[in-house]
């Protein structure tokens, strides 16, 4: 059987209609009923799909977070050098800044603080996500080391995983500035950072 059911595809519907208002609004600004009405599922028909609007919010992420990595592991899959590779990975916040900007599109910088609070399985779908990404740049700056086209690092977990805070860190500061440029400064620092020759020393 291909092609996905119409209990999918209504599922589905419900989590693309969450996701936009959640990133328009947050997850306590938006109400159960607004998200009825955007996805024009009747209340019973969600508590088929979703326990609670917490179960909801918890699935929305997961949904996030498995799309988000996948994206990740195509790029890792293709062609040119880990650095080539991280380099877009790092260049795709930068066109998302110039689109709505990196905060108004990914869900970590939008929802995290508020989850942590709020949810446990929230933060833990979000934690865990974060701790498969960092585990998935690590792995492209060991390649980086042994393909010339980054630096070695001596813990490259604790780099991925700094590097990743400078990111998440410059996404903030761009939302609240409505500008690219701590995104532009994060892109410069980590391309110092990362070349091969380590980055420049400053007198």
Not at 136 to 163: C, H, N, V
């Amino acid at each position: 059987m291909t092609g996905e059911s119409k209990s999918d595809l209504t599922r589905k519907r419900i989590l693309d209609a969450g996701r936009v208002l959640l990133l328009r609004h947050g997850f306590s600004g938006v109400g159960l009923s607004r998200i009825l009405a955007e996805s024009g599922v009747p209340k019973g028909s969600f508590y088929h799909y979703f326990a609670s609007k917490e179960a909801f919010g918890a699935a929305l992420l997961e949904d996030y977070v498995a799309q988000y990595l996948a994206r990740v592991d195509a790029l890792a899959a293709g062609p040119g050098t880990a650095g080539e590779k991280l380099g877009a990975f790092w260049d795709a916040w930068l066109e998302q800044a110039g689109n709505a900007g990196i905060a108004s599109e990914c869900l970590v910088v939008k929802l995290g603080a508020e989850v942590a609070d709020l949810s446990e399985p929230m933060r833990e779908t979000l934690d865990r996500g974060i701790d498969a990404l960092i585990l998935r740049l690590a792995a492209l700056l060991r390649d980086g080391a042994k393909d010339g086209s980054i630096r070695a690092f001596d813990a490259p977990e604790t780099t991925a995983r700094m590097l990743y805070a400078t990111w998440l860190g410059a996404a903030v500061l761009a939302k609240l500035a409505r500008s690219d440029a701590p995104l532009r400064a994060a892109r410069d620092e980590t391309a110092a950072r990362l070349a091969p020759s380590g980055p420049p020393e400053t007198t």
